[in-house]
């Protein structure tokens, strides 16, 4: 059942985002429905998670999603977003705690890097210093490689997906030029690139995370 309530979560934190709260609030309610048969009185529990963990990320994680339904309900779409985000990080982390990982788990941890890279990328718009160049060229290095792992733990079948390909060969190849520019002192095609990768991350993260 825990995929198809992270399907609902993950579209309902693409629709915050953009501001399509009803949408948003579609997914979020769909996904409380599940909840509710995921409770440890209501079933067993879930295989491969031990019962203390996974009662408290029911716990934890029904409050958050309730914050986040409360927060859509006042047209707070910010607000839900970061609930939303930390009850999908929390579902990961029961995971790895669980000793599980697949493309999923690695897809969600894209995040982070992009936004390093949005900071080191932004700081060097403003600024082309040296300095700020070789953060941007380091920070586009560390999300190529976040990629190309993703890549790597894709399965067989999505490997071979034209939209997979898509992007994550398109992300590779954007980070890379990403770091070119910045070094070349090409402030314009900086800011170009970071705006193509966060589209080819958010786009990962919505159809793969």
Same mark, same amino acid.
């Given at each position: 059942?825990?995929?198809?309530?992270?399907?609902?979560?993950?579209?309902?934190?693409?629709?915050?985002?953009?501001? +399509?709260?009803?949408?948003?609030?579609?997914?979020?309610?769909?996904?409380?429905? !599940?909840?509710?048969?995921?409770?440890?009185?209501?079933?067993?529990?879930?295989?491969?998670?031990?019962?203390?963990?996974?009662?408290?990320?029911?716990?934890?994680?029904?409050? *958050?999603?309730?914050?986040?339904?409360?927060?859509?309900?006042?047209?707070?779409?910010?607000?839900?977003?970061?609930?939303?985000?930390?009850?999908?990080?929390? /579902?990961?982390?029961?995971?790895?705690?669980?000793?599980?990982?697949?493309?999923?788990? @690695?897809? /969600?941890?894209?995040?982070?890097?992009?936004?390093?890279?949005?900071?080191?990328? !932004? *700081?060097?718009?403003?600024?082309?210093?040296?300095?700020?160049?070789?953060?941007?060229?380091?920070?586009?290095?560390? /999300?190529?490689?976040?990629?190309? *792992? @993703?890549?790597?733990?894709?399965?067989?079948?999505?490997?071979?997906?034209?939209? /997979? *390909?898509?992007?994550?060969?398109?992300?590779?190849?954007? +980070?890379?030029?990403?770091?070119?520019?910045?070094?070349?002192?090409?402030?314009?095609?900086?800011?170009?690139?970071?705006?193509?990768?966060? +589209?080819?991350?958010?786009?990962?993260?919505?159809?793969?995370?």
């Amino acid at each position: 059942m825990m995929g198809p309530i992270m399907d609902n979560l993950r579209s309902a934190a693409s629709y915050a985002r953009t501001g +399509s709260i009803a949408l948003a609030q579609m997914e979020t309610d769909a996904a409380a429905t !599940t909840w509710k048969r995921l409770e440890p009185n209501a079933s067993g529990p879930l295989p491969a998670y031990a019962p203390a963990a996974l009662a408290e990320f029911l716990g934890d994680g029904g409050e *958050r999603l309730a914050a986040a339904t409360r927060a859509l309900d006042g047209g707070d779409n910010v607000a839900a977003g970061r609930e939303l985000l930390a009850l999908r990080r929390s /579902f990961h982390e029961l995971r790895r705690r669980s000793g599980l990982y697949d493309l999923g788990d @690695c897809v /969600f941890e894209i995040a982070p890097a992009m936004e390093k890279l949005r900071v080191a990328a !932004t *700081r060097y718009g403003q600024q082309p210093a040296q300095a700020y160049a070789e953060e941007t060229v380091a920070a586009a290095s560390a /999300f190529r490689d976040r990629l190309q *792992r @993703c890549n790597e733990w894709a399965s067989t079948e999505i490997a071979g997906q034209g939209e /997979f *390909r898509r992007l994550i060969d398109g992300a590779i190849a954007s +980070s890379g030029e990403i770091a070119h520019a910045a070094m070349a002192g090409e402030g314009p095609l900086v800011h170009r690139y970071l705006i193509e990768l966060q +589209s080819y991350a958010q786009l990962l993260d919505f159809r793969y995370g």
